[in-house]
């Protein structure tokens, strides 16, 4: 149980242009999604914890505004990347789960060129 | 201070040797404690999930966790090369699916065939 489906898992945008990033519960109900950013050899940093049907909640020092979080069904949080520039070039990941632990998405690595 | 300490590594062991990875932390206040594993380029898996202090056994890996000492352990058992991967710690002072986690910084582990 608790599977998490993250697409797509790799991709390449212009710079100046925007990227949605999806993360689905397949087989329970996520009333809350967490976002996280990884760059290369470092551990996981929590950008925002997702809430459905209400705002998210960003972590001090994320701009809500470039990383726009929707989460309007129990099975569906959407990460958007916008006016993406190379230094938003990583590794992000969403979670969600049951009472115990959480499982991660197979992850989205983002190249901005 | 960082909440959560973790050795990055690497750690590099024979094949069939016993690994010990560990993390302290700071907040006397964590009761759940996690460790996930991380295969390159991909989301991390959990792995063990553990509630207040005491040890816990899957197979080949066991936690441990000392809350007196603020120090938890994953011991792996007859380590194989496919064992090798970032190991990650992370815990949080509530249980359920809607608390964030506090995460180590993950140790790198390579089990030499």
């Known amino acids: 149980g608790a599977v998490v489906s993250q697409h797509p898992s790799w991709v390449i945008c212009k710079s100046g242009t925007s990227v949605k990033i999806e993360c689905r519960s397949l087989?329970?109900?996520?009333?809350?999604m967490f976002w996280y950013r990884q760059f290369p050899k470092q551990s996981l940093m929590l950008m925002a914890t997702s809430n459905e049907g209400s705002k998210a909640t960003y972590e001090q020092g994320v701009e809500k505004d470039k990383f726009l979080i929707n989460h309007a069904s129990l099975t569906l949080s959407t990460l958007t990347v916008t006016s993406a520039h190379p230094e938003d070039s990583s590794f992000y990941i969403c979670?969600?789960?049951?009472?115990?632990?959480?499982?991660f998405g197979s992850g989205t690595r983002l190249t901005v060129v | 201070q960082k909440e959560v300490e973790q050795d990055p590594g690497p750690l590099s062991v024979p094949e069939g040797a016993i690994v010990s990875l560990n993390c302290t932390y700071s907040n006397s206040a964590f009761q759940y404690f996690m460790w996930y594993r991380q295969y390159s380029r991909k989301g991390p898996e959990l792995l063990m999930y553990t509630y207040s202090s005491g040890n816990k056994e899957d197979g080949r890996f066991t936690a441990q966790v000392d809350k007196s000492s603020k120090y938890i352990s994953l011991f792996i058992r007859d380590s194989q090369p496919s064992d090798s991967a970032t190991y990650l710690c992370a815990m949080s002072q509530y249980g359920g699916a809607t608390n964030k986690l506090i995460f180590g910084t993950g140790t790198l582990l390579a089990v030499q065939p």
């Open positions: 087989d329970f109900q996520a009333t809350t």
């Open positions: 979670s969600g789960g049951l009472d115990y632990g959480y499982t």
